[in-house]
């Protein structure tokens, strides 16, 4: 697409969604990059969603709202849209389907209602009447801010020309996925969206029996003009237990995978939200998203990376039991960056060097050595060392995968008690052991905790890694780590030098002026951490805040600024980004 300003053609065809993928691509970059642009597509998108009220202030009385025939009948007998159903007067269509429309309409009392139509006649199977009679009962029987309020449900007319009706308040707003193809998301966003539904998740839940949406997804989440969201189309809502096996219903790709075979569960709607908020992030089509790889692409943090991935689980063991668990977890994010600075980077960039893979690719079975603890009062914890293949001791037991092989990191701890302190040990032949206690919440419930064992072999013979030793080793010699010479600038290594795989074991980045990438070479990647935390910047841009994880840039000298969000503490650091390699480490201010 050229340098020059788009034609309001393209603009439009971009609204209505009639661009092909390269066009849409290409007309999404110049208007990232042209502010004019911008502003002319906001604009246009605001026509368009005023198209209702223009729609309904327009039409005569004695017109068809849908076709704009003369009529005077109560149905229109051209195209079938209704003028007048059971003492509500149609003022436009909100949407339209095979099966019947959604109008704007005026009760008899004035107020504005969203008026839902089925027609008989386009009824597949009367599991599609049942579907729209059960939206009814279940929005009778709920209350809630953010589920639209039950108003009427009737039938109107005989045989064929028999319709059924369902009104409920008017939900002024636009949904997600129309709002996907104006906006891109970000992280703030989404996590307040997350927010919003959980909160209504847990109220259904809460309920006896609880409900269950079973259709959550973009399309279903309406964001009104103050932000908040309502959730909508309870069509395919369930009371739990009363699903019946082998009958699907939902949406393919934001559907869990046991419910295409008709079973759901507390977590089910779970997993339709944070596929929801991966689609918005990634902008990617669930049914097309392979999570392993689209995933790591949105911007992120690694905190809201490892929640995601806990809700998407495959299984349903796996993720949060409840929405009150999987809201009390997204709300910890934040305590969660401002832990105590020490254990900063153990939960930071290193803690995901391998690019963000979801939780669910690193899981081994692991037979614990302790009492079964209930899925709603336990939680999980995978462990992965640098360098990994340690093998894992909980209070004192060597622990076994279900092949009889002794488990090693990277491993999920599952069915951890809440509140209970464990001795976990990680022992390595050749290095020294590291011992940590940890505790399973509500907030750090799924975590992913990275242990650093000691860099250099320990000289001295190490014991057996197979049992505990019979009395403590004594401290082993350490070599120096090597240290590359003092230079006033950092200089490419030598190419007999082999870089170390290791995180955390570069050294520690200093200052050096005139520092400049290097042309005409491929990126390499960062994982960094600080303490305390701060805000990256690379050349007036930030990168975000640490723990930061798989941030490309430029090959060769890269000049960074950290800065602690309240302005007190800067530093400017130095690094040497190797072409297609990570470089991990941490700075201390």
Not at 43 to 69: G, H, K, N, T, Y
Not at 305 to 318: C, G, H, I, V
Request: aromatic share 6%; hydrophobic share 40%.
């Amino acid at each position: 697409m050229s340098a020059e300003h788009l034609s309001p053609d393209a603009i439009s065809d971009f609204v209505m969604g009639t661009l092909d993928d390269a066009e849409r691509t290409a007309f999404e970059a110049h208007v990232i990059a042209c502010d004019a642009c911008s502003e002319a597509l906001a604009a246009e998108a605001r026509v368009e969603l005023s198209m209702p009220a223009i729609a309904e202030a327009a039409v005569r009385p004695d017109q068809c709202i849908s076709c704009r025939r003369l009529t005077v009948e109560d149905r229109c007998g051209h195209c079938g849209a209704a003028r007048v159903a059971g003492g509500y007067r149609t003022r436009a269509v909100l949407a339209q389907g095979p099966k019947g429309r959604v109008y704007l309409a005026t009760a008899p009392d004035g107020a504005r209602v969203a008026l839902k139509e089925l027609i008989f006649t386009q009824v597949p199977d009367f599991k599609s009447v049942e579907a729209f009679e059960r939206e009814g009962q279940v929005l009778r029987q709920l209350e809630h801010p953010r589920i639209p309020q039950y108003i009427d449900s009737f039938t109107d007319g005989e045989g064929v020309n028999m319709r059924f009706f369902l009104a409920q308040s008017y939900v002024e707003g636009e949904s997600l996925l129309e709002r996907l193809s104006t906006h891109r998301f970000d992280e703030r966003e989404v996590r307040g969206i997350a927010e919003q539904v959980l909160e209504v998740l847990v109220y259904l839940q809460g309920l006896s029996p609880a409900v269950t949406h079973r259709d959550l997804k973009p399309s279903n989440l309406i964001q009104r003009e103050d932000q908040s969201i309502v959730l909508v189309d309870f069509g395919s809502a369930r009371e739990r237990g009363h699903t019946v096996q082998g009958t699907f219903a939902g949406t393919f790709g934001f559907a869990p995978p046991e419910q295409l075979v008709g079973i759901v569960d507390a977590t089910s709607d779970l997993y339709a939200l944070g596929m929801t908020v991966i689609h918005l992030l990634t902008r990617v089509v669930p049914t097309a998203l392979d999570v392993s790889y689209e995933f790591t692409k949105a911007n992120i943090t690694p905190a809201l990376r490892r929640w995601l991935s806990k809700m998407t689980a495959p299984r349903p063991r796996d993720r949060f039991p409840s929405a009150a668990v999987a809201l009390g977890a997204l709300r910890g994010l934040d305590s969660e960056r401002r832990r105590v600075p020490t254990l900063a980077w153990i939960f930071g960039a290193a803690a995901v060097a391998a690019g963000g893979i979801a939780a669910s690719t690193w899981r081994s079975p692991v037979l614990l050595p302790l009492p079964v603890v209930s899925a709603a009062r336990s939680g999980a914890l995978t462990v992965d060392s640098t360098p990994p293949g340690a093998q894992l001791v909980l209070d004192g037991v060597l622990l076994f995968k279900e092949g009889g092989d002794p488990l090693v990191t990277p491993s999920t701890l599952e069915r951890l008690e809440y509140g209970r302190d464990y001795r976990l040990e990680l022992r390595k032949e050749g290095y020294a052991r590291v011992e940590r206690t940890i505790r399973i919440d509500a907030t750090n419930d799924g975590s992913i905790q990275e242990l650093v064992l000691v860099a250099e072999p320990v000289q001295a013979a190490s014991p057996s890694p197979s049992g505990p030793p019979s009395s403590p080793p004594p401290p082993a010699p350490r070599t120096p780590r090597p240290r590359a010479p003092a230079s006033s600038a950092p200089a490419r290594p030598e190419a007999s030098a082999k870089p170390s795989s290791t995180p955390l074991e570069s050294p520690a980045p200093k200052e050096a002026p005139g520092c400049e990438p290097t042309p005409g070479e491929p990126p390499g990647f960062i994982n960094m951490d600080s303490i305390p935390w701060t805000e990256v910047f690379w050349r007036g841009t930030s990168l975000g805040e640490t723990p930061l994880s798989r941030v490309k840039l430029p090959s060769g000298c890269v000049q960074l600024l950290l800065r602690t969000p309240d302005g007190t503490l800067e530093k400017k650091i130095s690094i040497l980004v190797e072409p297609n390699r990570t470089k991990s480490f941490r700075v201390e201010l």
